[in-house]
């Protein structure tokens, strides 16, 4: 759990302080989304959950934006991309590429609606649009590298069971000898 907790720090300070600051054509880095999605497919829901809602907000308190917000819409996609970790296998390279691109866009849109109904004053522009699809495709290709260094982090606190059940799975296609109880006497 300390490492989560230095992970968490470590992410929502580089976004806060360089990745939060810059900006390519409107759209942005959003690090400590791409840490959240990647540390709910790795270390699965109930971790993922509780890195998302410290991540969200520390993140909330220290860009003085409504707090709560973030929390809330990280806390709902980290269950969701947990559950698929649980349910897929997140060691293909594809899978941290999809969730990257897929769980950015739906969080965005997510906390785009929430912060909507939430807050006054806010402007839906077709700018939104454009700033949702480039920070989805940015992180996107940012998230394979995040995902291997998230994983060599936390592989030590990961349990024994689920790197074994991830190794050892074959995808519906057994082996004949897994069939046959063979004890030699």
């Known amino acids: 759990m300390l490492r989560l907790v230095v992970l968490g720090v470590f992410v929502v300070l ?10 390519f054509f409107g ?7 791409l840490g959240v999605l990647m540390v709910a497919l790795l270390a699965g829901p109930l971790h993922g959950v509780a890195f998302a809602f410290g991540v969200g907000l ?30 897929r296998d997140p060691e293909s390279s594809v899978v941290p590429v999809v969730v990257g ?3 950015t866009a739906g969080v965005l849109v997510v906390y785009g609606v929430v912060e909507l109904l939430l807050t006054q004053g806010v402007r839906v522009s ?13 992180n996107a290709v940012l998230s394979l ?12 606190m990961l349990p024994e069971e689920a790197r074994r059940r991830r190794r050892r799975r074959s995808y519906g296609r ?12």
């Open 14 to 23: 580089l976004q806060a302080a360089i990745f939060g600051r810059l900006h």
């Open 27 to 33: 759209m942005q880095v959003d690090l400590a989304l």
């Open 58 to 87: 520390l993140l909330d308190l220290i860009t003085g934006q409504t707090t709560g917000i973030t929390s809330l819409v990280y806390i709902t996609s980290a269950y969701a991309i947990g559950r698929l970790g649980e349910l």
């Open 101 to 103: 691109l897929f769980g």
């Open 126 to 138: 077709g700018s939104m649009a454009w700033v949702i699809v480039g920070t989805s495709v940015i």
């Open 145 to 156: 590298p995040v995902h291997n260094r998230v994983k060599a982090w936390l592989l030590p």
């Open 174 to 185: 057994r082996s004949p000898s897994s069939d046959l109880d063979v004890r030699i006497r």
